[in-house]
């Protein structure tokens, strides 16, 4: 699996403006909206927000990757977002976050979902990566960074 199966282009924004968790939800749920409007908007902020009662999923080093399961939709769908003045997220080491990748899986899919979270966390361990991410100027940009770094891992 390749993070260019599960991540478009459109479903990326280099500047979210959110000041506080609830809004940085919302943004990444904007984001899958505007690439997947089958996406109901409610149905997934309810889930994301619920999986960060159970605790942050801001693992650190300014990244958080919000997540899910939902039962409309048959493949993994991810977006990212990244915020420039960083959003209080408690994340593990007391942070702001200014990365995020949000990721939607079937609700059946739980190796899957798994396998995904963890390519992605292994690819925003690299704090050349996670630089490269905030130096980008655009969409685009923030985009092809991501592909070229998920190239590298087979």
Known sequence: MKIKDVLRQDCVCADLTATTKDEAIQQLV???IRG???LSRDELSHILLEREKLGSTGIGNGVAIPHGKISTIDHVITGFGRSLQGVPFDAQDGKPVNL???LVAPENAASLHLKTLARLS???KDSTFRHRLLESKTDEEIYQAIIDEDEKYQ
Do not use: K
């Open 30 to 32: 904007n984001l899958l």
């Open 36 to 38: 997947f409007s089958n």
């Open 100 to 102: 995020f990748f949000v």
């Open 122 to 124: 292994r690819l925003l």
